[in-house]
Structure formats: structure tokens, C-alpha cells
């Protein structure tokens, strides 16, 4: 009687064990482990990137979202704080950086991560503080010299050539808008904040020194000696007047590409004009970066499905959004090389500087635009209008402090 009851306890634990086993490796082979990544792409470029998303997923066991953010860039701080944001932003304009690494929300990218030599090294500087890496450069994107090729057969190689060809054939850009201006004020010199070692400092602004005031002087004579534009001109303006033909040259950025070939406008892109000495007019390049939340739960393979991301969408990227790759193969791939307009936004971005991503830059943008606009309405000198400048960013930057 023992031996049967011990059997039939024994044979009770066996049915208890395989019947609770069945439903636990029921979910062990189903189940998969979710990322979710936040995009600042276009909808057809979060598209294009869910494919190459899944296919990392496949391989290593994860189910992947890709999400188009419209929210604010403060909506990401919130969720982080929260628990609820995800685990990669990929997409984010680098210069939004700063706040988030300020708020401690920026995970640093593993030192062996990736090989720096393979990717265009102004698109690393944007990503890094203090000398390291925060996040990663999926692509970047600058102005250039677009000129219409039915007035003008090749483009103007220095400062001098583009003054005297504008003087017949018209010029024109959004001339108050630091962001554009800033190319002409660093020809000479000229710079937002100093890099020192890797680092930015706030208090060592070169905004008046006598190279930027050599190129504010300039930018005043494109307004009030040469008469190329008004001083009040915006953006669209001088991008319809270059559509209609009206104007020979006109400074801007990829974005505007696809509207002048839907209008038919003869045109190509150069590089900006270098100064008469052969130094080159660095334009200000903007950077799409990734980065992995510090408060995501999934760290170590938010970064292995970022890299891949990353180094696998940047054809993509170049073909369905015209983004500027900063992986050196691709860049110098044929299918890149094969698109000429492009080529020349990439060979400027090569002697571009990365928009400061530090948070005091966002006292700067106001403040300059403010002094271009005086400098072109003659209401100051350059030299007035480059001191007031500096005064008023270290005012706006103690009082962020």
C-alpha cells in the first residue's frame, strides 16, 4: 500500500511539472522582447526604416517599433522621466542635445561601439560632449551656392567672382537669419564658442572678433553697397525669385531641391565661394542623430540595434529623404557620387562647423538674427552691432544659469 501511494505521488508530480511546463515554454518560444524606438524622420522615411528595424529584430529576438514622433522635444524628456519614453531616439536635429544631456538623459555610447574612423568627423563632433560620444550621426545637412546654369555655366570659386557675377545676374538669401550669415563670419575666423579639447566653452564667445566683423561687414554690403537684396528680405522671397529666374544665385539647403526641379529651373549646387586668399566659408551643418534614453531597461541591445540602424539605413535614408550620409563608404559609394547636387551639399558640409549643442546656444539664435537685421538697415556699424551681439549672449546665458 506504501509503494503504491508513493507512486502515485510521484507519478502526480510528474503530471504537475509537465503540465506547468507546457504553458511556461508555450511563452518562451512565442514571446518576444519589445523595443521602441522614437523617430523625427518623415513618414516615408519611418517607413523605409521599419523593414531594416525588423530585420535586426528577426535575428535577435526582439519585436521592434519605429514610431513617428510629432510631439515636442520636451515630450520626450517627459515620458523618460516618467518611465514611459523609448528606448532609442533616432532622427533628433543634434543642436536638441544639450537639454537632454544637461537633464542626464543622454546614455554615453560604449567606447568600442563603433569604428570613428568610418564616419565623417564633424558628424561625431556634434554628438559628443566634454569629448565623448552621446549619441550616434545618421546624416547631416548643410546650405551651398545654388546658381542657374542658363545664366551662369560654372559656378563663382571665390568672394570676388560671386560679387561681380551678382552684380550682373542678381543674389539672394535669407541674409537676417544667423543660420545662413553665420558662413560669412567664419570665413575669416569667426565662431559662436570656442572648442577647446572637445568642449564648447559658453564663455569664450568669437562673435566680434576682427575676423567676424571682417564677415559682418561684408554681409552689410551685400545689403547697403551692392544692393543685391533688401534689408528686410525672408527666405521664401529669395527662394521665388531664384525659381522664377529673377536672380542667378541663391544660398539654401537640400530642402529646397525638389521644388526648383518641379518648376523646371535650370540650376546646380556648388560649394559656398571661398574668400579671395583660398580659405573656405564654413556653413553651419546640422546633424540627425540617434541616441539610447539613460532610462531605457533594454541598454545593452538598444545600442546593437542602434549601430545596426545606423549603418544599415543610410542609403536608404540618402534615397528616400536626400539625407547626407556620414558613413564614409556610403558616402563616397557611386550612388551617392552619381547625384551631383548632393555631392556638392556633402563636399560643403566636409568645411562645415556643427551648430553648437550646447543649451546656451539657445541664446544666441535671437540675439544674432537681432544683429544682422541692424547691421543691414545701417542702424549699427558692424563692429557696434558685433559688441552689443556678445554683451547680450553672456547677459542671456547668466540668467539660463
Known amino acids: 500500500m506504501k509503494n503504491l501511494k508513493r507512486i502515485l505521488t510521484v507519478a502526480l508530480i510528474i503530471t504537475f511539472a509537465v503540465v506547468a511546463l507546457i504553458p511556461l515554454s508555450g ?26 528595424a525588423d530585420k535586426w529584430g528577426k535575428e535577435n529576438g526582439y519585436t521592434v517599433k519605429v514610431i513617428t514622433d510629432q510631439g515636442s522635444f520636451q515630450s520626450f524628456q517627459t515620458a523618460a522621466m ?19 544631456w544637461k537633464a542626464k538623459l543622454l546614455e554615453a555610447v560604449p567606447a568600442n561601439l563603433i569604428d570613428k574612423k568610418n564616419f565623417v568627423s564633424t558628424a561625431l563632433d556634434a554628438c559628443s560632449f566634454e569629448g565623448k ?3 550616434l550621426p545618421i546624416a547631416m545637412e548643410t546650405y551651398a551656392l545654388f546658381y542657374n546654369t542658363s545664366k551662369v555655366k560654372e559656378a563663382p570659386k571665390t568672394m570676388s567672382q560671386l560679387i561681380t557675377l551678382a552684380k550682373k545676374y542678381g543674389f539672394m538669401y535669407d541674409v537676417n537669419n544667423f543660420y545662413f ?6 570665413q575669416n575666423g569667426g565662431y559662436v564658442f570656442k572648442n577647446k579639447g572637445g568642449s564648447l566653452d559658453p564663455n569664450d564667445i568669437g562673435l566680434a572678433t576682427n575676423g567676424a566683423i571682417k564677415g559682418l561687414s561684408l554681409i552689410r554690403d551685400f545689403v547697403q553697397t551692392y544692393k543685391f537684396m533688401p534689408k528686410d528680405i525672408k527666405g521664401d522671397i529669395a527662394k521665388g525669385n531664384f525659381q522664377n529666374q529673377k536672380i542667378a544665385f541663391y544660398i539654401s539647403g537640400p530642402w529646397d531641391v525638389q521644388d526648383f526641379i518641379k518648376a523646371k529651373v535650370p540650376f546646380a549646387v556648388a560649394p559656398l565661394p571661398k574668400t579671395d586668399d583660398g580659405k573656405p566659408t564654413p556653413s553651419f551643418v ?10 531605457s ?28 550620409p556620414v558613413l564614409n563608404k556610403v558616402l563616397t559609394s557611386s550612388e551617392v557620387k552619381a547625384d551631383k547636387i548632393m555631392s556638392a551639399f556633402a563636399e560643403q558640409a566636409k568645411v562645415g562647423i556643427p551648430m553648437p549643442n550646447i543649451p546656451e546656444m539657445s541664446a544666441v539664435w535671437p540675439v544674432a538674427n537681432n544683429a544682422l537685421s541692424l547691421i543691414t538697415t545701417g542702424k ?18 547668466a540668467q539660463m544659469q
Open 27 to 52: 511563452v518562451f518560444a512565442t514571446s518576444k522582447k519589445q523595443l521602441v524606438v522614437w523617430s523625427h524622420l518623415t513618414q516615408d522615411e519611418v517607413k523605409a526604416l521599419q523593414p531594416i
Open 82 to 100: 516618467s518611465g514611459k519614453g523609448p528606448d532609442i531616439m533616432f532622427g533628433i536635429p543634434h543642436d536638441n542635445l544639450g537639454a537632454f
Open 133 to 135: 560620444l552621446y549619441a
Open 181 to 186: 550669415s553665420f558662413a560669412f563670419i567664419a
Open 286 to 295: 546640422g546633424v540627425q542623430a540617434a541616441f539610447v534614453s539613460a532610462k
Open 297 to 324: 531597461k533594454n541598454k545593452d541591445a538598444a545600442f546593437k540595434l542602434m549601430k545596426y540602424l545606423v549603418e544599415n539605413s543610410a542609403l536608404t535614408l540618402f534615397k528616400v529623404g536626400h539625407r547626407i
Open 380 to 397: 549699427a556699424t558692424p563692429k557696434q552691432a558685433a559688441d552689443a551681439m556678445v554683451k547680450q549672449i553672456k547677459q542671456g546665458i
